[in-house]
Nanobody, 121 residues
Framework: QVQLVESGGGLVQAGGSLRLSCAAS????????CAWFRQAPGKEREFVAR??????NYADSVKGRFTISRDFAKNTVYLQMNSLKPEDTAVYSC????????????????WGQGTQVTVSS
């Protein structure tokens, strides 16, 4: 069993930066793939970034602006978000799975509670 807790969201002006953290507890987390998803009001949850076996993958909408990273010593996954745009406003959630590492949110078993990111224009 893995528990995930996100932090780091907030209000930022367009062009600014935020770093989200996802702290994990539970055995074996180092063997899990991790991902970030987001959901804006009235929209479906969408894939943002994922980390699996040292490889990373990003949605086209965030490529070049967001970076996913992982600190195994701290059992934490990060999402560094730069050059933020108003359209990045959403609730951001981290997810983890022992066997799945793709971009389909329905296939991840473990989720955090989410953290709100609001980007003002």
């Amino acid at each position: 069993q893995v528990q995930l807790v996100e932090s780091g969201g907030g209000l930022v002006q367009a062009g600014g930066s935020l770093r989200l953290s996802c702290a994990a507890s539970g055995r074996g987390f180092s063997n899990y793939a991790c991902a970030w998803f987001r959901q804006a009001p009235g929209k479906e949850r969408e894939f943002v970034a994922r980390w699996s076996g040292g490889s990373t993958n990003y949605a086209d909408s965030v490529k070049g602006r967001f970076t996913i990273s992982r600190d195994f010593a701290k059992n934490t996954v990060y999402l560094q978000m730069n050059s933020l745009k108003p359209e990045d406003t959403a609730v951001y959630s981290c997810a983890a799975d022992r066997y799945y590492s793709g971009s389909n949110y329905a296939s991840y078993d473990y989720w955090g509670q989410g953290t709100q990111v609001t980007v003002s224009s």
